[in-house]
């Protein structure tokens, strides 16, 4: 499985878009890539999934170049709501396999 | 529709002791799999069950068991505790014939180690 790269922190404003950059230069071709979200003493969520080009749902988009080396996920207009870890994955398209988590990106959303 | 249900929600242990966590799968799915997640960590993978079967497992020592019911449900079980298990134990369910949908995950047991 690719490993993946993203920052450890960041810190925006109420009302910013952000983008959360992650790299994963070793990604197979049939890896898909999907982002989760996690609060405290929660489990995590799903945002999005992608495996090529652009993709977008009712909270975020996923941008992913042609060389699928890199990802990065936008999160419009954030909210107080929204400070969380997020999680960049790659996983086999074909298969229902583990999960493999870094130690994430940690957003805090400032007042 | 009853997403991952997962108990008991907190724990309390002593070294050596036994525990056993309790998780149930979102209505519809068969594939169960069991994450670590230390304070300040990613969740590690331990181990998926498929078909009542361990299907695949990660680098966690035979103290670590499980099982998987028919009705799809499954327990994670931890022999002879250390102070280092104490962590959020996630239960994730997907369906196998669907391997490229997102695997859904409950909120977790969390187990102290006193």
């Known amino acids: 499985l690719a490993k993946t790269t993203q920052p450890i922190s960041m810190d925006s404003y109420e009302g910013q878009e952000v983008n959360i950059t992650c790299s994963h230069n070793n990604i197979a071709t049939n890896d898909y890539i999907t982002w989760y979200q996690q609060f405290p003493s929660q489990g995590p969520r799903f945002i999005i999934q992608g495996y090529k080009t652009k993709v977008t749902n009712e909270v975020a988009s996923l941008f992913i170049p042609a060389d699928r080396k890199s990802s990065t996920l936008s999160l419009p207009r954030v909210s107080l709501s929204d400070t969380a870890v997020y999680y960049c994955?790659?996983?086999?398209?074909?298969?229902?396999?583990?999960?493999?988590f870094g130690t994430g990106t940690r957003l805090q959303v400032f007042p | 529709d009853a997403g991952v249900t997962q108990s008991p929600t907190h724990l309390i242990k002593t070294r050596g002791q036994q525990v056993t966590l309790r998780c149930s799968p979102k209505?519809?799915?068969?594939?169960v799999s069991w994450y670590q997640q230390a304070l300040g960590q990613g969740p590690q993978f331990i181990f998926q069950?498929?078909?009542?079967?361990?299907?695949q497992r990660g680098n966690f020592p035979d103290r670590f068991s499980g099982h998987q019911f028919p009705n799809y449900s499954s327990e994670l079980n931890v022999n002879a505790l250390l102070l280092g298990d104490s962590a959020l134990y996630l239960c994730?369910?997907?369906?196998?014939?669907?391997?490229?949908?997102?695997?859904?995950f409950g909120d977790g047991t969390r187990l102290s180690i006193l």
């Open positions: 069950y498929y078909e009542e079967e361990e299907r």
């Open positions: 209505s519809g799915h068969d594939t």
């Open positions: 994730a369910s997907s369906l196998a014939k669907r391997p490229n949908q997102p695997q859904h």
């Open positions: 994955l790659v996983g086999d398209y074909y298969n229902t396999d583990k999960l493999i």
